[in-house]
């Protein structure tokens, strides 16, 4: 005859809890740790994109300025396509002008560019030439 074997193969109860919850106090910071690399990396690209925007705007103001110094340049919430949008103000002075563009993603869709969704702001001098 055989003697029986008391002690069966195999994992308790208990070794499964203590498992599991080992992986889960493991795996939690790692997809936390994720899903803060990801909404860092959209807002890095967000800012590089409105810098890129914002940069090309100061570009385009300063060409017009070169052909007509007295005009006006302000604007107010000019899609940049996408979602970006930008406003642009300028000090109109008679001999230097401050000029400022900010940049911004559009996160409410709202078609304006609020304090908050401001990504990028630069400003420039021109001066009158002649």
């Known amino acids: 005859m055989r003697k029986k074997n008391k002690r069966q193969a195999g994992l308790s109860i208990v070794e499964v809890v203590v498992a599991a919850s080992l992986l889960v106090v493991a795996v939690v910071p790692i997809l936390k740790a994720l899903t803060v690399a990801q909404v860092t990396g959209r807002l890095m690209g967000r800012k590089t994109q409105s810098l890129v925007l914002a ?16 005009s006006n340049n302000d604007e107010t919430a000019t899609s940049l396509g996408g979602s970006y949008l930008c ?12 000029v400022s563009v900010s940049v911004g993603f559009d996160l409410n869709a709202n078609g304006s560019l609020t304090a908050d969704e401001v990504l990028v702001t630069l400003t420039t001098l021109i001066a009158k030439r002649g």
Do not use: G, H, M, P
């Open 87 to 98: 406003n642009v103000s300028d000090n109109e002075d008679a001999t230097l002008k401050t």
């Open 55 to 70: 940069q090309a705007k100061i570009s385009d103001v300063q060409a017009r300025v070169l052909y007509d110094f007295s």
